[in-house]
Structures are given as structure tokens and as C-alpha cells.
């Protein structure tokens, strides 16, 4: 059960697309179509962004992207927003019944 | 719509126990899974350990395997964890999620305080 590994950090500028990347292994990101992202604003619960690699939540806008290469898994950020700081987490199923979370990136809309 | 309510936590010292409920409405309870995920300080999110909605089967993070406890009382629509022999470590907000579609969580709670300290 080791947390994924994201960049500590990322930023872009208002209107600008950044992305992050979520890096596992083949018994997690890369075994499974299961990657969830989360939003996280500070001292306010996660949010769902995407789930299974690719698919969006109700409610949540197409400015936020996910795909899965291999063992990494990224979220894209298009159309950068201020609203968009926030902390990112990306988690993943690690068979038998076990979750993964990896350990948060910074966005930081400059 | 769905609500989360966390509650149980507080301030307990190392080796002591406290149980943690989360009362679930706006969706049909027993069909999904529950899990708990958990936030130290200034640190990432945790996974905790998770249930399914019949019950049947939990699991658990290898770091609180054997001290902590999953439950859930579908009459009730609400979920608890036990969490025994605790630690310095396990301090943290935990939050209580519903489980949706491959293995991601749609609706946290607000979370609650739990603080490991002599």
C-alpha cells in the first residue's frame, strides 16, 4: 500500500492548461481503469472531479480532463481559473479491496 | 440530496479508544459501499478502510489493520469506525464517503477531529 507519487506543485497562468501526473505501478494505476480524482480547497472536504481514468461527475465542467498511460494517470487543467487553486489528489483501486491515494499536488493559478 | 454527518471525535491519549459514526440520508444506504479516509495536519489524504453495502466483508489500510473496526447498521443509515490502540499518528480529520463507480468516493463528509496526545 504505497501512496502514488504526484509533483509536490503546479501552477499556470489564468487560461493557461497545467497538468499533473499521478505515477503507480501495474498492481494499481496501471492494472486498473480506476483512477478518481479529487479537488481539494483548504479546510473543505475533497470533491470529486473524475472517476474511472476519464469520466466526469455531474456538475463538474470539461475544463478537467483525465487519461491513463501505462502506470501513470494525469489531470489536465484547461482554461485555467482562480477558483482552480485548490489541492489535487488522484487515488487509485490496489486489489483486494484496497484504495491508494497519492500524496496531493499544489496548484497554485498565478 | 446526500449528506454525510461525522461525529465522535475529540481528544483521547495514546492506547485509549474512540468510536467514530457517520449518519448517511438523501440516498438508498444499503446499496452502496462506505469508507473512511483520513487527513493528518498538513498531510495528504489516507485511505482508511472500506464496506460494502450488504456489509459482507471490510478492509483495512495495513496501518490501522488489527485496531481499527468497520461497521455499518443499515436500519439506522449509518456507519461507524472503532478505533482501539491508538496513536500519535492516527491524529487527523476523518472523513466518512459514499463509494461510487470504480473505487471513487462521490460524497464526503465535513469530517471530524480526531487528536492522539497525552
Known amino acids: 500500500q504505497s501512496a502514488l507519487t504526484q509533483p509536490p506543485s503546479a501552477s499556470g497562468s489564468p487560461g493557461q492548461s497545467v497538468t499533473i501526473s499521478c505515477t503507480g505501478t501495474?498492481?494499481?494505476?496501471?492494472?486498473?481503469?480506476?483512477v478518481s480524482w479529487y479537488q481539494q480547497h483548504p479546510g473543505k472536504a475533497p470533491k470529486l472531479m473524475i472517476y474511472?481514468?476519464?469520466k466526469w461527475p455531474s456538475g463538474v465542467p470539461d475544463r478537467f480532463s483525465g487519461s491513463k498511460s501505462g502506470n501513470t494517470a494525469s489531470l489536465t487543467v484547461s482554461g485555467l481559473q482562480a477558483e482552480d487553486e485548490a489541492d489535487y489528489y488522484c487515488s487509485s483501486y490496489a486489489g483486494s479491496n484496497n484504495l491508494v491515494f497519492g500524496g496531493g499536488t499544489k496548484l497554485t493559478v498565478l | 440530496e446526500v449528506q454525510l454527518l461525522e461525529s465522535g471525535g475529540g481528544l483521547v491519549q495514546p492506547g485509549g479508544s474512540l468510536r467514530l459514526s457517520c449518519a448517511a440520508s438523501g440516498f438508498i444506504f444499503s446499496n452502496y459501499g462506505m469508507s473512511w479516509v483520513r487527513q493528518a495536519p498538513g498531510k495528504g489524504l489516507e485511505w482508511v478502510s472500506t464496506?460494502?453495502?450488504?456489509?459482507?466483508?471490510?478492509s483495512y489500510a495495513d496501518s490501522v489493520k488489527g485496531r481499527f473496526t468497520m461497521s455499518r447498521d443499515n436500519s439506522k443509515n449509518t456507519v461507524y469506525l472503532q478505533m482501539n490502540s491508538l496513536r500519535v499518528e492516527d491524529t487527523a480529520v476523518y472523513y466518512c464517503?459514499?463509494?461510487?463507480?470504480?473505487?471513487?468516493?462521490?460524497?464526503w463528509g465535513q469530517g471530524t477531529l480526531v487528536t492522539v496526545s497525552s
Open positions: 474511472e481514468v476519464s
Open positions: 464496506i460494502p453495502g450488504s456489509g459482507g466483508w471490510t
Open positions: 464517503a459514499k463509494d461510487s463507480s470504480g473505487w471513487s468516493r462521490d460524497y
Open positions: 501495474s498492481s494499481d494505476v496501471g492494472g486498473y481503469n480506476s
